[in-house]
């Protein structure tokens, strides 16, 4: 017998590795952007700067609390239903939201879409990716401070959070639930659920109270008291800078940002709740492809691929003619509702879309005038900012970000994601 | 001596000699499928089978993932033939395939639905059966996603994840268990947050993950590095025009040690280094490896020094055009590497006797794409499919599915025969492994002319008996 099987069974017998998986320290920093960070990745030089999923781990918060609360910038959630804040709501809702049973196979929760340490967003990719790896023609929005909008999605067609999830929950390139009774069922077959429901609610499971309880956890993420929020409604002058100032005066004044993206007086949503047209829509629709695709294959490796060799193995991508295909009004074509900028800087890529990757691209877009056309809003015309401005109110959007978001990430964190057993 | 009688794995089933990579002299001279594990039962000769993991295609005959199993003897009667066909409920994303190191049992992953099953494949090995599933392979990793390459270690069973349930990117960890198929542990890559002791060597720590090799006689395993869930799921087209995306592959390649399973070196290899495989002779300390975007031939080898390095040896077409180099296989005397590219269909062999200087000496257009292949021991045959990932495939007329048998003369590749599986209404076929009935003391049912293989059948069974 070889020298090296002794060796190696004599190895094989001690078995060092057996039950290594050790629970690691909860992360006190937390870091609002992917843990596999590829910032700079266009680069040559870029380096790697990723953590460890065994560390991401977190500690609860009172969400109660911070959905009763009044947060600086921002007025109390009024609803329009009778779902009452409720503490054990929150709390069913929160463990429902990273449930990945809650899919036709098992593999989908709402947070494979919204991911918290991505602004609830989705940092990595353009067009979200749901069932099977099926396209979705928009970006995942983030669902920080979601309770704010009068209608929900990009194109505005649903009324509250308590129906909105049924959205998701049944599409079929989402999480593909073949009916709401499966969904019921998934849920009362699992036994970590056992007499949730009827603790909060009263009731047993039903399509009513999984609506309640992950609209109450999505209520619960409010976010304001940003650095701007300090600096305008909180009048402390050093919480901004010089140049974030000189940008907050461009978007309420030369780059008519805050025509759409408004500024009240006691707070801010950064929405007007409208739909408008800025030619990003009109442009993807009606413009023809170009002969080449770039695409990176490595850090700072860009190649140009013949777009009949990207087609060969793609599917086209769907049209999207935003409110149009709800109203299917002609002059709502490519309206698309105006998204709040709070927590922009978490949420790249931009847009209904994610065309964008930068702020400073977006930036640029409204300051070319958007994409002239018929159905152009007339609120949207060339700017004439120069690189400067750009820089300014790049770096005043970058001052939206609430103070409490670690805090919901980490409480995020600290939520078991639900997966069979 | 019986050496895997601590390893519970014969389960009072057939006592049949199990091979091992411990009896390294009779190896080295026969063994079958080149890029399986050491540690395997062997065949040598005339394989009477071929396994194909095949998923399912939405609108196509039951639209499930299922076991193909070909009859590939020629001396057989139903040589040629799809001889059974098992579904297995879903279209898990069915990929990778690995026997247990006594060859008794088949597990097959699937990468969306992150299912294992575990195919008895011993009891008869011309019809494979459901012995087990394993439905909480994420839970019990403690997040791990898309159960990828199975790779057998002495009584063990090494899964390699290519994702996590987090946030579906490439982040991920080894998950080790028993041929049983119980969890035994979680083997995170490194991350700059926790390097795990291993020496990040240049400027990444990605922390991704792909396949698995390992080279006992240096107490050495070689992991690469691909993609996370989104990616690998999505539709490939789309994928390439989506700047964010594209920045979500690995571009690392980790030697590890072995016996303590702690990362060791950290390689870069930009550009997703996908299938890994190791020299066979004894004194031959490398692995290859071939990146997927940047389409290139790495090398991992040990120096004068002891110390492992890796380097880049050779192009594989034009790298420009993104060729899409993806399964690759090694001969047995290691002079040889087939190197698949899928975006043209070609199987290309290079001259690897020189490991530094890889030349590309042969290339044929197998179909419209081209995946997996399956070289006998010998090299005289070759066996090839078609499928990627469900979602990678190419659309339309171009999604050709087959199953391809070619002999290799040394200088250039005849077709035998081939399986269409759209029109055989199975699916997509995807990754191949070898079977036969001398592998369990089994005589086959027919009768084989000396002339054309070994009647008895012992020409499957030599190299694992201990003298
Ligand atoms: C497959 C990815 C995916 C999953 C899973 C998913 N979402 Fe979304 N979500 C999206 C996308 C994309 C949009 C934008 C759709 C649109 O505008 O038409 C969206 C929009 C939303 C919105 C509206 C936000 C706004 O700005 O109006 C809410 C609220 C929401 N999702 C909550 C949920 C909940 C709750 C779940 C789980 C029940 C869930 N999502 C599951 C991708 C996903
Ligand atoms: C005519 C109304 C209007 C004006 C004026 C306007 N916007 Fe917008 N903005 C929108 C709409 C509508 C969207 C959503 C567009 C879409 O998703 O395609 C949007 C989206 C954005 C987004 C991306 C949000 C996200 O979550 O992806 C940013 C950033 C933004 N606007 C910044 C600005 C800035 C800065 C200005 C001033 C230079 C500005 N906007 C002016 C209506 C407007």
Redesign the pocket.
Known sequence: MALSASLILGLELAPTWAGEQTKKEPNTEIRLAPGDDKTSYENTDYETNSLSLEYRTGKAAGLYEIATSPQLGLPLVSISTNNRVDRAKIQLGRK??FDRR??RNKT???A???IPEQGFSNNELQ?????EGRN?K??????LN?AY?Q?????A??SN?EQ??W???LAP???NNPSIGYVIDTIVSSSDYSGLFENAFGTPVSMQNIGDA?AQY?RSLISGNSRFDQWFYGKEESALNTQEIEGFNLFVGKAKCAACHQIGRDYALFTDNKLHNTGIGYENSMLKPSQYVSVQIAPGVVTQVARSRVDSVGIPPENDLGRYEISLDPKDRWKF?T?SLRNIALTAPYM?NGQFSELEEVIEFYNRGGVAHELLSPLITPLILSKDEVKALSAFLRSLTGNNVEMLVSDAFAVTIGDSD | MNLFKTTGVNRGLMQIAIASLFFAASLTSHADETCMSPYMAKIVGQEDFVYVWTLGQENLGDEQDKLVTIDVNPASPKYGKVINSLSVGGRNEAHHSGFTDDRHYLWAGGLDSNKIFIFDVHTDPAKPTLYKTIDNFVKVSGGVVGPHTFYALAGKIMVTGLSNNADHGGRTAMVEYSNTGDYIATHWHPTDQDLRGAEKSGKFADGYGYDVRALPRRNAMFTSSFTGWTNYMMDFGTMLQDPEAMKRFGNTAIKWNLHTRKPEKIFDMPGAPLEIRCAWQPNHNYCFTTTALTSKIWLMYEDEQGEWQAKAVADIGDPSKVPLPVDISITSDDKGLWVQTFMDGKARYFDVSDPFNPKQTYEKEIGSQLNMISQSWDGKRAYFTSSLLNNWDKKGDQDQQFFKSYTWDGSKLNLEFEVDFKAEKLGSAHQMRFGAYGLYGMKRPYETKQAEVNSNASDTLLASKPE
């Open positions: 429902l939201f809650l899919s989908m929760s709402c494979m879409c919204h067009r979200a990716i749901g069932f979705l928009r970006n995942a929005p983030t669902i979601v909008y209608g929900l999605f990009a194109d067609r649903e959070l909105q999830v959205s998701p929950l390139n989402e999480m992950l999505q509702r998204s209904h």
